[in-house]
């Protein structure tokens, strides 16, 4: 097993609150991808980093590569991935699966992907001003329709988390690293 895990999944289905409170029980440090892109952005939100560049994600989606990149030599370390780390942009701008990132996340984490029910993750996200705009023309459930089989693929385990509490969570993802 690598010293490292990732959880990932998409936005609003608790990799945040989650990966704290593992950071908690194990004393591990928590790395968030969106924090350090936000960093690397110069201090701005994402949102505002998105409008800036008229709606362009590509960027973006390299500067979540290159956290990566850094982050590989990493040993023990909970990363919180962004919604959209496992994805890249197409040369017409339409959204892919990123084999240079899942390959990269793969090669140092153990991946723990995280889901719950469409209709819990557009509650939960639905006018966040701190989550930005996934894309005036595609809906949140069709954008979840075409990631989630991406989600599972990339995940060493994959769990459905709709019934489980927190610390549920936390109990089946440390059963698994062996802690």
Known sequence: MKKNFALIGPRGVGKSKISRK?????????????????????????????????????????LEFRILEKLQNSNGIILDCGGGILFDLDTKGKEIPSPRKTNLLKSFCTVFGLSRSTEILVEKIQNDPTRPPLSALTSYKSILETRLPYYEAASDYY???????VEEICDRILQKIEY
Not at 27 to 52: L, N, R, W
Not at 159 to 165: F, R
């Open 22 to 62: 593992l950071s908690k029980i194990t004393g591990m440090p928590v790395i968030s991808t969106d924090m350090i892109a936000v960093y690397e952005i110069g201090g701005i939100s994402i949102p505002e980093f998105i409008q800036k560049n008229a709606g362009n994600w590509e960027s973006f989606r390299d």
């Open 159 to 165: 769990m459905q988390i709709d019934d489980l509490k």
